[in-house]
């Protein structure tokens, strides 16, 4: 299981978004409407992973427009940090989900396998913007780049380092939706905006 065949050699960010769409890399691409690839300038000083697109993302071709995209659009405009200067993109560019007959579709985690077989995409943005820091949200965008024996509890809102496939600081964060999901909606997002300052810190916006 791989993307890496699907991939046209030398392609830019705009032939890749096009490409992606015929990716057929792993299973994902059987139940979603489409692949949502990144957004944002390629100049961008930092790329935002996410995990995967959400329902409205799968619904509207792009990535972090629903309610989880409204929580990292906060978190960005509190840090200072400008969502137009950011590139975003997530580990798996095809929605998972199960659906029991005409109910919601609702989210579920992608396998290291299916991650991994994604990845030359997320390696190939990562080339192409060539970013100074990298921002990710949740474990699976920080397991899909650092490998699986990182911890977010641990981890969160220091600066690591990233070498490969593209040498740039790296900070984890707490995906958006579990900030949703949480109990005390108000601490977990309070946290998310401390490691999101950290990178605006990375980035000298603080
Ligand atoms: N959650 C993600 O991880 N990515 C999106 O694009 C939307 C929700
Ligand atoms: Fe290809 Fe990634 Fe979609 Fe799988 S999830 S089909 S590897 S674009």
Redesign the pocket.
């Known amino acids: 299981m791989s ?1 890496a065949e ?1 991939i046209p050699a030398g392609a830019n960010l705009f032939e890749l978004r096009s490409a ?1 769409q015929s ?7 059987r139940g979603a409407t489409q ?1 949502v690839f990144g957004e944002g300038p390629e100049t961008a000083r930092a790329v935002v992973v996410g995990e995967q697109p959400g329902d409205q993302e799968d619904r509207q071709g792009r990535p972090f427009v629903g309610p989880a995209g409204r929580v990292l659009d906060r978190g960005l405009v509190e840090a200072g940090i400008d969502r137009g200067t950011v590139y975003v993109t997530n580990s ?3 929605f998972k989900f199960t659906q029991q007959r005409g109910k919601r579709r609702l989210h579920q985690k992608p396998t290291r396998g ?1 991650v991994m ?2 990845r030359p ?1 997320l390696e190939a943005e990562l080339r192409l913007v060539q970013p100074e820091l990298v921002v990710c949200l949740g474990a699976t965008a920080a397991q899909a780049l650092l490998g699986p024996s990182f911890r977010i509890t641990k981890e969160r809102g220091a600066v690591l380092r990233l070498e490969d496939p593209w040498p740039a600081q790296l900070v984890a964060t707490i995906h958006p939706s579990a900030i949703l999901r949480a109990d005390d909606r108000e601490q977990a997002y309070r946290g998310f905006l401390a490691d999101l300052e950290v990178a605006a810190g990375v980035l000298g916006v603080a």
Not at 23 to 29: A, F, H, T, V
């Open positions: 993307a699907h992606v990716c057929r890399g792993c299973d994902l691409y692949a798996t560019k095809h299916e077989a994604c995409w």
